[in-house]
Every structure is written in structure tokens, then in C-alpha cells.
């Protein structure tokens, strides 16, 4: 398996636009997180799915964040509107059940301007 | 939550065994003690866990006391490649895993 896959790698926008974050998780796995990393506030917890359902959303910064999971193999993070606060690198990470060893992907790295 | 303690940063030079500690005194008496490292530039990765024996890998070894109450994750011979924030997460929730700020290892030639 290739593991868990985000696109893009890199993503450049202007404050307002809307900003699409994807994720295609492990074959088989049924756990899918989304975290956000920032050197002030370290790795943070924003959804968690489990077998395409989101289980907790609490972590999720305010209405302007939305996730879905459309079936087992993609997930989406939406960011409208994106502010500079948002700059941050988003990682996306699946596990078969929860909490066991969960792979993390590259993760996208996010500049709002 | 269980809270827990580790040091900022460690230096360690290489091809020696490194001891990274981590107290979670509010610990749990069925949550796992997992442990990931985050290299530079990357995604955590999954390292080691336990809950109540030693536990050995091939990656690490993780030694957790008596009482449960710390944990210390052994790298045998430490090599460059090694350099990473190191995490120790008791589980909390019951099923995401809530990193804090890890330890910092520095490996030198």
C-alpha cells in the first residue's frame, strides 16, 4: 500500500478564497483523523471518523472548517472562508480501529495571505 | 485526560542507547501508552505501545514501571536518522491519540 496519501503537498491562497484539503486513506483501514499543526499550538485533534462517520468534531476550529468522508477511500477538509491563522500544515492519518497505530501522511502545508 | 511530562530536549550522541522519559502519573489502569516521532518535514509515525510489560520492537524498546505511572522509551544505538520529537500519548478518549509537546532529540556524530 502506498499509505495514506494527502493532496496537494503545498497550497498558497488569499485570505476569503475557499481551500479544499484531500485525503485518500489505507485500503482497509475504518479510523480517519484530521489534525493541523502550528508551532504555537503543536499537533491538534480536528475530526475523527469512524467507517465514514464523523464521531467528534469538537477539535473542528469554527464553522468555517467542515470535513467529510464521501465513502472508506477519500475525506475532505474544507477551509471558507480561509484567514492567515489558518497557515498551518494539515495532516490526515487512518487506522484500522482506534486508538492502534495510525499512519499519518505527508501532510499539506497551508499559507493563507 | 491523563497528563503528561516530558523533558523539552535531549542530546544524545550517536550509536549510543538513548532513555527518553515521559511521567503520566494520572494514567488510566487499562490505557495503552503509545509513542510516536515526527522526523523533520514529515507525518508522526507510530513507534512503539504498551500497557503494562516491557515491549520490544524493532524500532525501540519501551519500559513501563511498576505502577504505571512513567515510561521510557529505550533507542538502542541512536543513529542520525533518529533526530526527531518524540511523543508519549496515554490513551484518553478511548480512541484518538492527543499528542503534546514531545521531546526534541538531538543526535550528534
Known amino acids: 500500500d502506498a499509505g495514506v496519501i494527502q493532496s496537494p503537498r503545498h497550497e498558497v491562497t488569499e485570505m476569503g478564497q475557499e481551500v479544499t484539503l484531500r485525503c485518500k486513506p489505507i485500503s482497509g483501514h475504518n479510523s480517519l483523523f484530521w489534525y493541523r499543526q502550528t508551532m504555537m499550538r503543536g499537533l491538534e485533534l480536528l475530526i475523527y471518523?469512524?467507517?465514514?462517520?464523523?464521531?467528534?468534531d469538537s477539535g473542528m476550529p469554527e464553522d468555517r472548517f467542515s470535513a467529510k468522508m464521501p465513502n472508506a477511500s477519500f475525506s475532505t477538509l474544507k477551509i471558507q472562508p480561509s484567514e492567515p491563522r489558518d497557515s498551518a500544515v494539515y495532516f490526515c492519518a487512518s487506522s484500522l480501529g482506534a486508538p492502534t497505530e495510525a499512519f499519518f501522511g505527508q501532510g499539506t502545508r497551508l499559507t493563507v495571505v | 485526560d491523563a497528563k503528561t511530562t516530558q523533558p523539552n530536549s535531549m542530546e544524545s550522541n550517536e550509536e549510543e542507547p538513548v532513555h527518553l522519559p515521559c511521567n503520566h502519573s494520572t494514567i488510566s489502569g487499562t490505557d495503552y501508552i503509545h509513542w510516536y516521532r515526527q522526523l523533520p518535514s514529515q507525518g508522526p509515525e507510530y513507534v512503539i505501545h504498551?500497557?503494562?510489560s516491557n515491549v520490544n520492537n524493532r524500532m525501540a524498546s519501551l519500559a513501563i514501571a511498576e505502577d504505571r505511572k512513567s515510561s521510557t522509551l529505550i533507542l538502542h544505538r541512536a543513529t542520525l536518522r533518529d533526530a526527531a520529537v518524540y511523543y508519549c500519548i496515554p490513551e484518553n478518549s478511548g480512541y484518538a491519540l492527543n499528542f503534546g509537546k514531545g521531546t526534541s532529540l538531538l543526535v550528534t556524530p
Open positions: 504498551g500497557l503494562t
Open positions: 471518523f469512524n467507517n465514514n462517520v464523523p464521531i467528534d
